[in-house]
């Protein structure tokens, strides 16, 4: 497990990551993530500069993010951007991105 505490504007941040190795996961196409993913939620999302600082909020809002960016990947897209913001110009392709429509 690896720990920074710094202070940054105007707040404290404490930033913690932890690894653990599974075996027998049931979804087969599971893996785990890197820090990388976390850059791709900040600059696409701005996350560092969310005002949502209490209770599960934070981590609720980078599981909506992840959500959003796995499920604009499993549709084959490498610009997670471009892709976003296609789907926001209309409210059925999130839908149907989903399998929702």
Known sequence: MGRTKQTSHGRSEIRRIKVATVKNLLFPGARQTTEAHHHVR?????EDASQLRT????????????????????NGTTNIAAAL?????????????????
């Open 42 to 46: 900040d600059t696409t999302f701005t």
């Open 55 to 74: 209770g599960n909020a934070p981590r609720a809002m980078a599981t909506w993010r992840d959500l959003a960016i796995g499920a604009v990947k499993l």
């Open 85 to 101: 913001r296609r789907n926001a110009r209309d409210p059925r392709r999130p839908l149907a991105l989903l399998g929702l429509a």
